[in-house]
Nanobody, 115 residues
């Protein structure tokens, strides 16, 4: 199994930046695909960024050029760097991992963009 624990969510003003972290219980280099998803109130969960071994990172159109996904193999942590935040980025952000054919999820971290 894989345990995922997100952190870093906060209240931030429009135009601000935030880094989300996802601590992973297994060696992160062994996990084929990891990603960040988000769910806003009244909306479906959507993919934000995906990092797959051997492929370029994939981003939702709405966050391209503003968000960056990365892995730290030493700290076994997945990151999401978010810049130029907008009110539409307000959501609960979830970390996910695809490992041995199973999908695992964290508990989520709240990001609120508001002045």
């Amino acid at each position: 199994q894989v345990q995922l624990v997100e952190s870093g969510g906060a209240l931030v003003q429009p135009g601000g930046s935030l880094r989300l972290s996802c601590a992973v219980s297994r060696a992160i280099f062994s996990i084929y695909s990891m990603g960040w998803y988000r769910q806003a109130p009244g909306k479906q969960r959507e993919l934000v960024a995906l990092d797959t071994v051997g492929s370029d990172a994939d981003y939702a159109e709405s966050v391209k050029g503003r968000f960056t996904i990365s892995r730290d193999s030493v700290k076994n942590t997945l990151y999401l760097d978010m810049n130029s935040l907008e009110s539409d980025d307000t959501a609960v952000y979830y970390c996910s991992a695809l490992w041995r054919g199973h999908a695992y999820w964290g508990q989520g971290t709240q990001v609120t963009v508001s002045s």
